[in-house]
């Protein structure tokens, strides 16, 4: 093998371990891949030190080759953070070269993960550090929605119980001025306003979701309500509504405030109403939750069934037959 | 229009090819998940009704070969053969940097029984013994054992999902020979699952987190039920007519404040809510023909993947409420915007294929009954006849089905 670690004096004394796939023996591989020579070569030498469990600096520097390569290899991170702790590295450094690798590698997920496993050492940071969340708002300016960095951040609220920090909520206020789309910013909202805070709650859902004994009904009600929390919430969601009437998310996160809260839909009805006149339509959303609200009441079934009929034909023709499924439902009940 | 055909003949090609050839050098970044690819290659086959009479018998039997060789010692199946320094240099403590991994483990186990194996050779009792290792206090289990059999891998229904496939695959419905080994917590695995709902109906991998549809396909919940309805809403509403970001010329006279630079804002002004609500101009009525195609998102407000067709399908289809969707503008919008020339599908309008997208958007189009296309079993993503072999294997004795495997796990 004639490469980068063949020809490196720092490694001489290691015999690479080959790829062995079976071709030897009277087997096929599946899926194989042709493989970049580097990424030939760097992985054989990484099984050559992984084999001799080394905790070394030469086998950190290796893993960084390796990583380059295939960001999503699932031991050689375990690796690295082991061999981190090992040898009492710097985190501050590895977390400023995994910003570097976070910034090129935008949807990987093994990234992330590293970061909460280093994180999450209390003796290294006992407090979130200063940048940590800067460096966030870097990453949802290259991509606001992406999932890792969004799932990352769920951790650090409750690692850190940063719930009611103000910066939580500012950052989630700028996302939403920049994207009144942006799902994962709605979320992340409902998660700091209405998450369980307990320790001992293993990260429950929806408050008492995951309780067997709770009705269905009483899913995630809390039990204590702030009242005016929940009304600023409602309003803040109708602020959003009149912007993009037609964006499901603030409906929906108003739903969820409303369940939250113990309190039925039809406190929307009046707000939703002023978007339907006749078959004038301002929002779907809008004409959906209000169907809702009259199918909960018997005597108005058939008002229900006239505003889906007018989704289902008239504005929202892709889910016809959904319609025609809730349009079912109520005819049934009536 | 031209009649839109599904290319039987380009998609078996296809994956031929991905399974006589090797992979270009772009799937490096997923070497890792090469238990996975293996799934894709050789399921898409069986799909196609290409694999048994495009491969031979000892064909077969070598890939089994393989996969038993991707079987570590101490049972389970590590994601790929680069992880393997060789069994004679195995010991205590490096034995962690080869682990077996869950998602691997299921899908190593699939692929056998694609392939016609009896999963004989696998060491069945040995991977059962693993599994509660792996499943955390609050029921959700991980991707592997870690230095110290320490859990590794975030909290995620993936896993979850996969572990149980394990567990049905190899316990069966009464755990025949088995019945000695400590099963895993189901109650609360199931809560778990449970939590994952969010507030708008989806499930998220994990509590709180926003919901995605690659985890929505576990399946517990009862018809007519309050978290069952809001996550067939929730699924439906994932259809989308927003094919392409970038592509303005894209139907999308519902939206005509899309985003951009110049997006609405949250800013405070004045004006009370009322007046502006007044001021809001009304929704123009569509016609059958405004929106010619419809694929699916995974997250709201998100355009079109390929995908997501066969996630929220799959899930739509183990509820029993395939019937929501628009299959018509489903299929239009696979055939015509992501079906490949060379065969495959790729992820969004105009992307060369890929082993994922091609695979799921094919399977998609199975759920929907397309012509060439075998029957396939929604849970376990492969042919009946696999699922007939699974039915025959000695610890299954009755036919599974989605009902059973939700039977199962209740």
């Given at each position: 093998m004639d490469g980068q670690y063949a020809n490196d004096p720092e490694w001489a004394d290691v015999t690479p371990i080959p790829l062995d796939?079976?071709?030897?023996?009277?087997v096929m591989p599946l899926a194989s891949i042709a493989y970049p020579p580097e990424y030939i070569e760097a992985t054989s030498y990484l099984r050559a030190v992984m084999a001799a469990n080394e905790m070394s600096e030469r086998a950190l520097k290796l893993t960084q080759d390796v990583i380059a390569l295939n960001?999503?290899?699932?031991t050689v991170w375990i690796y690295r953070a082991k061999i981190l702790f090992a040898l009492n590295k710097s985190l501050e450094e590895e977390m400023a070269w995994l910003n570097k690798v976070s910034l090129k590698y935008l949807k990987n997920y093994q990234i992330w993960h590293h970061r909460q496993v280093l994180m999450s050492s209390r003796e290294h940071f006992p407090t979130i550090p200063p940048k940590e969340l800067d460096f966030l708002m870097e990453m949802f300016a290259q991509d606001s929605k992406n999932y890792h960095v969004w799932t990352y951040r769920h951790w650090l609220v409750r690692h850190f119980k940063?719930?009611?920090?103000p910066r939580e909520i500012e950052d989630i206020d700028a996302l939403l001025k920049a994207d009144v789309r942006n799902n994962s910013a709605w979320s992340h909202r409902y998660m700091l306003r209405f998450s369980p805070r307990e320790?001992?709650?293993?990260?429950?859902?929806?408050?008492?979701?995951?309780?067997?004994?709770?009705t269905p009904a009483d899913k995630?009600?809390?039990?204590?309500?702030?009242e005016d929390m929940v009304d600023a919430e409602l309003e803040y969601a109708q602020k959003a509504i009149v912007l993009?009437?037609?964006?499901?998310s603030p409906w929906w996160y108003a739903r969820g405030v409303l369940r939250a809260a113990g309190?039925?839909?039809?406190?929307?009805e009046e707000f939703a109403g002023r978007f339907v006149e006749g078959d004038a339509v301002k929002s779907t959303h809008a004409v959906e939750l209000l169907a809702e609200v009259y199918a909960e009441d018997g005597e108005k079934g058939q008002k229900a069934v006239d505003l889906l009929t007018l989704l289902k034909e008239r504005y929202d023709p892709i889910r016809k037959n959904y319609w025609d499924y809730r349009i079912k439902q109520i005819e049934v009940d009536v | 229009m031209a009649e839109l055909s599904f290319n039987t003949e380009r998609h078996v090609k296809y994956y031929l090819r991905c399974l006589k050839t090797f992979l270009p050098g772009a799937y490096t970044s997923n070497d890792s998940n090469r238990m996975l690819l293996a799934f894709f290659i050789i399921s898409g086959l069986d799909i196609l009704g290409a694999l048994e009479n495009k491969t031979t018998a000892e064909e077969r039997q070598v890939y089994i070969d393989w996969l038993y060789r991707c079987q570590v010692p101490t049972g389970g199946f590590r994601g790929?053969?680069?992880?393997?320094?060789g069994e004679e240099r195995r010991n205590a403590d490096n034995e962690a940097w080869d682990p077996a991994n869950v998602p691997a483990t299921f899908f190593a186990l699939v692929n056998l029984l694609i392939l016609g194996?009896?999963?004989?050779?696998?060491?069945r009792r040995e991977r059962l013994q693993w599994?509660?290792?792996?499943?955390r206090v609050d029921g959700s289990f991980g991707e592997l054992l870690g230095p110290g059999e320490r859990i590794e891998g975030d909290r995620d229904l993936r896993y979850c999902c996969c572990a149980a496939g394990i567990r049905y695959l190899l316990?069966?419905?009464?755990?025949?020979?088995?019945?000695?080994v400590k099963d895993i917590d189901v109650p609360k695995l199931v809560s778990f699952i449970e939590a994952c709902q969010a507030y708008d109906g989806g499930m998220a991998e994990?509590?709180?987190r926003e919901p995605h549809t690659?985890?929505?396909?576990f399946q517990l919940l009862s018809p007519g039920s309050e978290e069952f309805e809001t996550l067939v809403a929730w699924l439906a509403s994932?259809?989308?007519?927003?094919?392409?970001?970038?592509?303005?010329?894209?139907?999308?006279?519902?939206?005509?404040?899309?985003?951009?630079?110049e997006g609405p804002s949250l800013q405070e002004d004045g004006g009370s809510i009322e007046q502006k609500i007044l001021s809001l101009p009304n929704l123009t009525p569509l016609t059958p023909?405004?929106?010619p195609c419809a694929g699916f998102n995974g997250r709201c407000n998100k355009v079109a993947d390929t995908c997501y067709s066969f996630w929220n399908g799959a899930t739509l289809m183990i509820l029993d409420r395939?019937?929501?969707?628009d299959d018509v503008r489903n299929r239009r919008y696979l055939l015509e915007?992501?079906?490949h020339l060379v065969g495959g599908f790729g992820k969004a309008a105009g992307d060369p294929p890929d082993l994922l997208h091609s695979f799921f958007g094919m399977v998609s189009l199975a759920f929907q009954g397309e012509a060439s296309l075998g029957c396939v079993?929604?849970?376990?993503?492969?042919t009946e006849r696999v699922t007939r072999h699974l039915a025959a294997?000695?610890?299954?004795?009755q036919a599974p089905s989605a009902e059973a495997w939700k039977e199962v796990h209740l």
């Amino acid at each position: 093998m004639d490469g980068q670690y063949a020809n490196d004096p720092e490694w001489a004394d290691v015999t690479p371990i080959p790829l062995d796939d079976g071709s030897n023996e009277e087997v096929m591989p599946l899926a194989s891949i042709a493989y970049p020579p580097e990424y030939i070569e760097a992985t054989s030498y990484l099984r050559a030190v992984m084999a001799a469990n080394e905790m070394s600096e030469r086998a950190l520097k290796l893993t960084q080759d390796v990583i380059a390569l295939n960001p999503a290899h699932y031991t050689v991170w375990i690796y690295r953070a082991k061999i981190l702790f090992a040898l009492n590295k710097s985190l501050e450094e590895e977390m400023a070269w995994l910003n570097k690798v976070s910034l090129k590698y935008l949807k990987n997920y093994q990234i992330w993960h590293h970061r909460q496993v280093l994180m999450s050492s209390r003796e290294h940071f006992p407090t979130i550090p200063p940048k940590e969340l800067d460096f966030l708002m870097e990453m949802f300016a290259q991509d606001s929605k992406n999932y890792h960095v969004w799932t990352y951040r769920h951790w650090l609220v409750r690692h850190f119980k940063l719930w009611d920090s103000p910066r939580e909520i500012e950052d989630i206020d700028a996302l939403l001025k920049a994207d009144v789309r942006n799902n994962s910013a709605w979320s992340h909202r409902y998660m700091l306003r209405f998450s369980p805070r307990e320790e001992d709650v293993p990260d429950s859902g929806l408050a008492n979701a995951g309780d067997m004994s709770t009705t269905p009904a009483d899913k995630g009600r809390l039990a204590i309500v702030d009242e005016d929390m929940v009304d600023a919430e409602l309003e803040y969601a109708q602020k959003a509504i009149v912007l993009a009437p037609e964006n499901r998310s603030p409906w929906w996160y108003a739903r969820g405030v409303l369940r939250a809260a113990g309190r039925g839909l039809g406190e929307w009805e009046e707000f939703a109403g002023r978007f339907v006149e006749g078959d004038a339509v301002k929002s779907t959303h809008a004409v959906e939750l209000l169907a809702e609200v009259y199918a909960e009441d018997g005597e108005k079934g058939q008002k229900a069934v006239d505003l889906l009929t007018l989704l289902k034909e008239r504005y929202d023709p892709i889910r016809k037959n959904y319609w025609d499924y809730r349009i079912k439902q109520i005819e049934v009940d009536v | 229009m031209a009649e839109l055909s599904f290319n039987t003949e380009r998609h078996v090609k296809y994956y031929l090819r991905c399974l006589k050839t090797f992979l270009p050098g772009a799937y490096t970044s997923n070497d890792s998940n090469r238990m996975l690819l293996a799934f894709f290659i050789i399921s898409g086959l069986d799909i196609l009704g290409a694999l048994e009479n495009k491969t031979t018998a000892e064909e077969r039997q070598v890939y089994i070969d393989w996969l038993y060789r991707c079987q570590v010692p101490t049972g389970g199946f590590r994601g790929f053969s680069g992880t393997d320094f060789g069994e004679e240099r195995r010991n205590a403590d490096n034995e962690a940097w080869d682990p077996a991994n869950v998602p691997a483990t299921f899908f190593a186990l699939v692929n056998l029984l694609i392939l016609g194996d009896d999963l004989s050779a696998v060491k069945r009792r040995e991977r059962l013994q693993w599994l509660p290792k792996l499943q955390r206090v609050d029921g959700s289990f991980g991707e592997l054992l870690g230095p110290g059999e320490r859990i590794e891998g975030d909290r995620d229904l993936r896993y979850c999902c996969c572990a149980a496939g394990i567990r049905y695959l190899l316990r069966g419905k009464h755990g025949k020979d088995v019945e000695d080994v400590k099963d895993i917590d189901v109650p609360k695995l199931v809560s778990f699952i449970e939590a994952c709902q969010a507030y708008d109906g989806g499930m998220a991998e994990s509590p709180f987190r926003e919901p995605h549809t690659d985890t929505a396909s576990f399946q517990l919940l009862s018809p007519g039920s309050e978290e069952f309805e809001t996550l067939v809403a929730w699924l439906a509403s994932r259809q989308t007519g927003e094919i392409d970001s970038d592509d303005e010329e894209e139907e999308d006279e519902e939206e005509d404040e899309d985003s951009g630079a110049e997006g609405p804002s949250l800013q405070e002004d004045g004006g009370s809510i009322e007046q502006k609500i007044l001021s809001l101009p009304n929704l123009t009525p569509l016609t059958p023909d405004s929106i010619p195609c419809a694929g699916f998102n995974g997250r709201c407000n998100k355009v079109a993947d390929t995908c997501y067709s066969f996630w929220n399908g799959a899930t739509l289809m183990i509820l029993d409420r395939y019937s929501v969707v628009d299959d018509v503008r489903n299929r239009r919008y696979l055939l015509e915007k992501v079906q490949h020339l060379v065969g495959g599908f790729g992820k969004a309008a105009g992307d060369p294929p890929d082993l994922l997208h091609s695979f799921f958007g094919m399977v998609s189009l199975a759920f929907q009954g397309e012509a060439s296309l075998g029957c396939v079993d929604p849970a376990l993503v492969t042919t009946e006849r696999v699922t007939r072999h699974l039915a025959a294997l000695p610890w299954h004795e009755q036919a599974p089905s989605a009902e059973a495997w939700k039977e199962v796990h209740l």
